[in-house]
């Protein structure tokens, strides 16, 4: 199955809105694939608390600062 495999850009995005700040609530997502999660910027889900800079260096490293998105078609 292809996936993106962008090394650029990446955001670190939460799993689950109601499923706290801790590194297993986190994914690495570059932007493009960010922008089309089902909730990102939707007006009808408020936004959890953004990530410390720990937990997003944690979450980096976990993913071999690469795009953890496996949909295949998002960055097309």
């Not at 495999?5 to 932007?31: F, M, Q, S, Y």
């Not at 922008?35 to 976990?62: G, I």
């Amino acid at each position: 199955m292809s996936r993106c495999t962008r090394t650029w850009d990446l955001e670190v995005h939460h799993i689950r809105i109601d499923g706290g700040n801790g590194l297993d609530n986190a994914r690495v997502l570059c932007k493009k694939c960010h922008q089309n999660t089902s909730t990102y910027c939707d007006p009808n889900h408020k936004s959890p608390p953004a990530f410390t800079q720990e937990t997003k260096d944690k979450a980096l490293k976990r993913a071999a600062h690469r795009c953890e998105c496996t949909k295949g078609t998002c960055c097309l």
